[in-house]
């Protein structure tokens, strides 16, 4: 079983619509959860981190669900600018390194 | 713009030679860690430096071998190529265990 692993997508959706993705991850004892960005070809960055309580950021809401290790990501009102791959992040809550693990993404498309 | 920088930003190579791929990290950052991500796949952890020693390794084979300098930049060294080697390699830079910055990324071919 893979650590993370999302909606393998793609998501091809019309200007304005809503969207959701999810992710799973496999450590019950990872504390740190985030969504990156990933335009074609670029690095990723970070769009947000993931409390537990859930948090917003204008259009994009994150929840958490700690009791079923689930995350999602919420797009409302989506624009063409949305459109690049989201990648569902977990911090490794042992170890030195503290490295992060990624999901393999989920392509969106937003549609004129 | 992250203000990490990586070099060279293409590369080709083939079969058993060596690469050395180089990241300069953010003004103020301690910590390099270092990413492989082939296509259609999230980035892979491959080990992370801190204040130039070694800090965790992800699971790659000895080939993949790294240093961190003085001034806090990396090199990510890789011996043997093998044609699964072929992908997007990421540093990224941070002050201690905050938020990792993403450089723009080395792409390798290895024909």
């Known amino acids: 079983r893979k650590e993370v692993e999302q909606d393998p997508g793609p998501f091809n959706v019309p200007e304005g619509a809503t969207v959701a993705f999810n992710c799973t991850y496999s450590?019950?004892?990872?504390?740190?959860f985030f969504w990156y960005r990933q335009d074609c070809r670029k690095e990723p960055k970070l769009l947000m981190s993931?409390?537990?309580s859930g948090n917003e950021d204008g259009r994009f809401t994150a929840q958490l669900n700690r009791a079923s290790q689930y995350i999602s990501l919420l797009i409302r009102d989506s624009k063409l600018s949305d459109s690049a791959t989201y990648l569902c992040?977990?911090?490794?809550?042992?170890?030195?390194?503290?490295?992060?693990?990624f999901g393999s993404g989920t392509q969106l498309t937003v549609l004129p | 713009e992250t203000g990490v920088t990586q070099s060279p930003t293409h590369l080709i190579k083939t079969r058993g030679q060596q690469v050395t791929l180089r990241c300069s990290s953010q003004?103020?950052?301690?910590?390099v860690s270092w990413y492989q991500q082939a296509l259609g796949q999230g980035p892979q952890f491959i080990f992370q430096?801190?204040?130039?020693?070694?800090?965790g390794r992800g699971n790659f084979p000895p080939r993949f071998s790294g240093l961190q300098f003085p001034n806090y930049s990396s090199e990510l060294n890789v011996n043997a190529l093998e044609l699964d080697d072929s992908a997007l390699y990421l540093c990224?830079?941070?002050?201690?265990?905050?938020?990792?910055?993403f450089g723009p990324g080395t792409r390798l071919t290895v024909l």
């Open positions: 990224a830079s941070s002050l201690a265990d905050n938020e990792q910055f």
């Open positions: 993931v409390y537990s």
């Open positions: 450590n019950s004892a990872s504390q740190s």
């Open positions: 003004s103020g950052h301690n910590t």
């Open positions: 992040v977990v911090k490794d809550p042992s170890g030195s390194a503290r490295q992060l693990t």
């Open positions: 430096y801190y204040r130039e020693e070694e800090n």
